[in-house]
T-cell receptor, first 116, second 114 residues
Framework: GAVVSQHPSRVICKSGTSVKIECRSLDFQATTMFWYRQFPKQSLMLMATSNEGSKATYEQGVEKDKFLINHASLTLSTLTVTSAHPEDSSFYIC????????????FGNGTRLTVT | GESVGLHLPTLSVQEGDNSIINCAYSNSASDYFIWYKQESGKGPQFIIDIRSNMDKRQGQRVTVLLNKTVKHLSLQIAATQPGDSAVYFCAETVDNSGYSTLTFGKGTMLLVSP
């Protein structure tokens, strides 16, 4: 069964508004979660690493003030897309590891964001 | 944003055939590799993994081969079924200054005809 739950699965918002996406680890604690973005017919691109109790680590080119990440507990990380624009429309996917560094990432089912 | 005209490499097979999906990775320091299957509108699903101290690993109907000399990874699916139709990604783990990140390849779409 699923080990990572993501909500909502789909969201439509207007330009200029903010959207929050939740990622929960089910039945395990995740000190680190990863947020990816995927455009149609493209691969997954890592946006940021979410660290419980500390600041997220953002990949080069990802605006930290636009994509706010909060990892306040060991089972929940949130990604907030602030002042969304149509070019932010994408598939956002979170993931977490059950085990150590050399163990697979488990992914949520993604959030399809459409900004109108 | 999306690149105009970008498309995924596609492998079309008949049901019952064996499929081989290839992947070239870039970092010779990568020491852990994973294959994921992604169905439309869903997140990637773990299929099989392999560590760099191995060159072959088998699962149920799937086999992963690793050739570190040429930095090549392949996924073999035996007796391919229509339910195997999806996009397949290889991913490599690169240890960056004490924390590891997973980097995905471009992906291959597998289409299985009944």
């Amino acid at each position: 069964g699923a080990v990572v739950s993501q909500h909502p699965s789909r969201v439509i918002c207007k330009s200029g508004t903010s959207v929050k996406i939740e990622c929960r680890s089910l039945d395990f604690q995740a000190t680190t979660m990863f947020w990816y973005r995927q455009f149609p017919k493209q691969s997954l691109m890592l946006m940021a690493t979410s660290n419980e109790g500390s600041k997220a680590t953002y990949e080069q080119g990802v605006e930290k003030d636009k994509f706010l990440i909060n990892h306040a507990s060991l089972t929940l990380s949130t990604l907030t897309v602030t002042s969304a624009h149509p070019e932010d429309s994408s598939f956002y996917i979170c993931s977490a590891r059950l085990g150590s560094y050399n163990s697979p990432l488990h992914f949520g089912n993604g959030t399809r964001l459409t900004v109108t | 944003g999306e690149s105009v005209g970008l498309h995924l490499p596609t492998l079309s097979v008949q049901e019952g055939d064996n499929s081989i999906i290839n992947c070239a990775y870039s970092n010779s320091a990568s020491d852990y590799f994973i294959w994921y299957k992604q169905e439309s509108g869903k997140g990637p699903q773990f299929i099989i993994d392999i560590r760099s101290n191995m060159d072959k690993r088998q699962g149920q109907r799937v086999t992963v081969l690793l050739n570190k000399t040429v930095k090549h990874l392949s996924l073999q699916i035996a007796a391919t079924q229509p339910g195997d139709s999806a996009v397949y990604f290889c991913a490599e783990t690169v240890d960056n200054s004490g924390y590891s990140t997973l980097t995905f390849g471009k992906g291959t779409m597998l289409l299985v005809s009944p």
